[in-house]
């Protein structure tokens, strides 16, 4: 399986230094007491499930330090004897994969969740490579990394989960719809997709966030004018919806044209070029 890495900066390796890894405190000795003589016996089925008993116990108990030192140590021992995850364990793997992505590992995750091939992993990849991108790098670079080697695995099912979970997230599923809806505009003439741009804009941006945010309020108003001829509100409203639908039943746009500062903003004629697809969405 090939391992994608696009720039340094972007791979995280635990830190040999850090205390969460090595600390040795009392609960994580009883556990390594029962796991390691085990190692060095030539058990390495038994050490795999006493090593996943333990440290979903203290992981279910909030010991979070404890379970990763556990794993850490039953790790190290078991690749001393090339005995590290057997990959048909899916469940450890994502179990894994799930506290060293907790953990803020995330190069060290990245390899258990392609291991594990479990949907569950598929999504908590893509949740991880969305988070780790806010760090710095292109989005396509990380939808690449994850989609790639589960193809490369045969996976088809890890695939598709993986990249369905990845651009579904709302601020690209508004962009995406936002293209479908404005494609299809026709001003004031198609009352349905009128209709269905306002809706569009109010049920993302009533979830808040960046969408929400005075900026892209007025930008997606004046989006509203120049494909949908909805008038632009008189001031900025404490509702933005309301204040849209309440556009769109007054008067029509006596002007085919509104200037803006220096900016001239006037109703687009209908798109007339090839339709624009994204096929992990529902067509509107």
């Given at each position: 399986m090939?391992?994608?890495?696009?720039?340094?900066?972007?791979?995280?390796?635990p830190d040999?230094?850090?205390?969460?890894?090595?600390?040795?405190?009392?609960s994580s000795?009883?556990?390594?007491?029962?796991?390691?003589?085990?190692?060095?016996?030539?058990?390495?089925?038994?050490?795999?499930?006493?090593?996943?008993?333990?440290?979903?116990?203290?992981?279910?108990?909030?010991?979070?330090?404890?379970?990763?030192?556990?794993?850490?140590q039953s790790?190290?021992e078991?690749?001393?004897?090339?005995?590290?995850?057997?990959?048909?364990?899916?469940?450890l793997?994502?179990?894994?994969?799930?506290?060293?992505y907790k953990?803020?590992?995330?190069?060290a995750?990245?390899?258990?969740?392609l291991?594990?091939?479990?949907r569950?992993s598929?999504?908590s990849?893509?949740?991880?490579?969305?988070?780790?991108s806010?760090a710095?790098g292109?989005?396509?670079?990380f939808a690449l990394?994850?989609?790639?080697?589960?193809?490369?695995?045969?996976?088809?099912?890890?695939?598709r989960t993986?990249?369905?979970?990845?651009?579904?997230?709302?601020?690209?599923n508004?962009?995406q719809?936002?293209?479908?809806?404005?494609?299809?505009?026709?001003?004031?003439k198609?009352?349905?997709?009128?209709?269905s741009?306002?809706r569009l804009?109010?049920?993302?941006?009533?979830?808040?966030?960046?969408?929400a945010?005075?900026?892209?309020?007025?930008?997606?108003?004046?989006?509203?004018?120049?494909?949908?001829?909805?008038p632009?509100?008189?001031?900025?409203?404490?509702n933005?919806?309301?204040?849209?639908?309440s556009?769109?039943?007054g008067?029509?746009?006596?002007?085919?044209?509104?200037?803006?500062?220096?900016?001239?903003?006037?109703?687009?004629?209908?798109?007339?070029?090839?339709?624009v697809?994204?096929?992990?969405?529902?067509?509107?």
């Open positions: 090939v391992r994608f890495r696009f720039s340094k900066g972007l791979n995280r390796e040999p230094t850090n205390v969460k890894l090595h600390i040795q405190s009392g000795s009883r556990a390594l007491n029962a796991i390691l003589p085990l190692v060095a016996s030539g058990q390495p089925y038994e050490v795999h499930q006493k090593t996943r008993t333990f440290t979903s116990r203290y992981s279910k108990s909030g010991q979070y330090d404890t379970a990763i030192d556990v794993l850490f790790a190290r078991l690749l001393k004897v090339s005995q590290h995850c057997p990959a048909g364990d899916q469940d793997h994502h179990y894994i994969g799930e506290l060293l953990d803020g590992a995330f190069d995750a990245e390899p258990h969740f291991a594990s091939g479990k569950d598929a999504r990849l893509a949740n991880m490579m969305i988070e780790w806010a710095g292109a989005l396509g670079n990394r994850g989609t790639l080697p589960y193809l490369q695995n045969g996976n088809i099912v890890g695939a993986f990249i369905s979970q990845f651009i579904a997230q709302p601020v690209l508004f962009c719809l936002a293209v479908l809806t404005c494609q299809r505009a026709n001003g004031e198609n009352k349905v997709i009128r209709e741009w306002v804009c109010g049920t993302y941006q009533s979830k808040g966030g960046v969408l945010t005075r900026e892209v309020r007025t930008t997606l108003q004046e989006i509203a004018m120049l494909y949908f001829a909805i632009l509100p008189r001031t900025q409203p404490d933005p919806l309301g204040a849209m639908i556009s769109m039943l008067d029509s746009l006596t002007h085919p044209s509104l200037t803006i500062g220096s900016r001239i903003l006037q109703v687009l004629e209908p798109w007339t070029g090839p339709t697809r994204f096929p992990l969405l529902p067509e509107l």
